[in-house]
């Protein structure tokens, strides 16, 4: 099964050198620079798309000119919109999130046809609602985009959720464990028990099915890549590394904080408190998201209301004051010490866990 899999990302995506490395589509962090490097480094470089498909979203045409700066990066000729089969595939991918009410009458009709221009090779799904779930939604644009020639990635956090994504089509499974930087499972576990449990669920029920499993939470190094493929995964996420990549559209702070910061256990929190305390509750109960600890959260657990904590973020962000900031990082932020070039990140992370398998293997 490993190695029938291996083989399909690696035909999906032809440039990709082993262990691949994936970066992480992060919303207002990643961007087309940073996956066309990733991409050229041989790894997989995703580009956030967003969550609004409504036919007047500011999301998608910024997905577009993120594509068109990739696909420039990649040296590849600008797409054909009137015969979209004559552009070339363009090797990056695109991530979307799907919890918003947009997606279920809008998605088809708006996020489609700019794929078919653009054609990044894969598209990366996360968050949809139970309700487009059940309603076959999600079914359905997971069956148009594999019609039309895209690998779908899902994103899951639990054995349901994987099992769900699989019925509903998924290539790939992202099996995103509790250690990640951003929005998860409330109840995850970590990448060391689920993914081999979401890899026993698709040998088992799933026949093995040709599904790709890829580790996402918690890699931030070659280590962590070595671990993740022992663990049953082909290929790794890194989000919380390419934070602190000289591409991501990370603001000084943010970098700054990242660097600072040591032991991620303690220094991170894992609820859905940090996007009420921001107003960007879009999320449905069954996900949280992690990040750093700060003033709002102390505050926060101290007792102060959620009201009270709004206004003074809303304040301190309109007087150009960050310290109320969130800042989303997974537990990995312990080990981010320097801000590097996309592409580097990717090379060292391949080489260093080439290295340490050879160790492991020399050592036994
Ligand atoms: C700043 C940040 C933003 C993120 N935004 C998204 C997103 O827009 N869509 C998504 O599917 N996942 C998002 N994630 C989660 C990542 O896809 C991934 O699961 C996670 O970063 C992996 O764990 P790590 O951060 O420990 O590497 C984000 C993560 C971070 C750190």
């Known amino acids: ?158 054995v349901a959720a994987a099992r769900q994504a699989v019925e509903d089509g998924a290539d790939v499974l992202v099996v995103q464990g509790a250690d990640a930087g951003g929005h998860q499972f409330v109840g995850g576990a970590g990448v060391v028990s689920l993914v081999p449990e979401v890899g026993d669920l698709v040998a088992g029920e799933f026949g093995g099915r040709g599904v790709g499993i890829v580790a996402a939470g918690g890699v931030v190094d070659g280590r962590g890549v070595a671990a993740a493929l022992a663990l049953g995964a082909e290929a790794v996420v890194m989000g919380t590394r390419f934070v602190a990549a000289e591409e991501a559209w990370t603001p000084e702070f943010r970098k700054k904080l990242i660097l600072e910061t040591t032991d991620g ?43 009270e904590n709004i206004r003074l973020f809303k304040e301190a962000d309109g007087a150009g ?12 932020v312990g080990l981010v010490r320097e801000i590097r070039p996309a592409g580097e990140i990717v090379k060292e992370a391949r080489e260093n866990a080439l290295r340490r398998i050879q160790r492991l293997q020399a050592a036994i």
Not at 321 to 332: A, E, L, P, Q
Request: with cysteine.
């Open 1 to 158: 099964m490993a190695q029938e899999t291996r083989s399909k990302l690696t035909t999906w995506f032809p440039q990709a050198q082993h262990p691949i490395i994936i970066s992480a589509p992060m919303l207002g962090t990643s961007n087309g620079t940073l996956a066309a490097e990733v991409s050229k480094a041989g790894g997989i470089g995703i580009i956030p798309g967003g969550f609004n498909f409504l036919p007047d979203s500011h999301q998608l045409p910024a997905l577009a000119k993120e594509l068109t700066t990739a696909r420039t990066l990649l040296n590849l000729p600008p797409p054909s919109p009137e015969s979209p089969t004559s552009t070339l595939p363009l090797s990056v991918g695109v991530g979307f999130i799907l919890c918003h009410a947009s997606f279920a009458p809008h998605f088809l009709t708006t996020a489609l046809p700019l794929l078919r221009t653009h054609r990044p090779t894969a598209i990366w799904l996360f968050a949809p609602l139970p309700a487009d779930i059940a309603s076959g939604a999600v079914r359905r644009v997971v069956a148009a985009l594999r019609a039309e020639g895209f690998v779908v990635f899902f994103q899951v956090g639990t």
């Open 265 to 307: 256990g303690p220094s991170t929190v894992k609820t859905p408190v940090l996007d009420d305390i921001q107003s960007t509750a879009i999320w449905p109960d069954v996900y949280d998201g992690r990040g750093l600890i700060g003033k709002s959260w102390q505050d926060h657990v101290a007792g102060m209301p959620l009201e």
């Open 321 to 332: 004051d960050t310290s109320r900031k969130i800042t989303w990082v997974g537990t990995g």
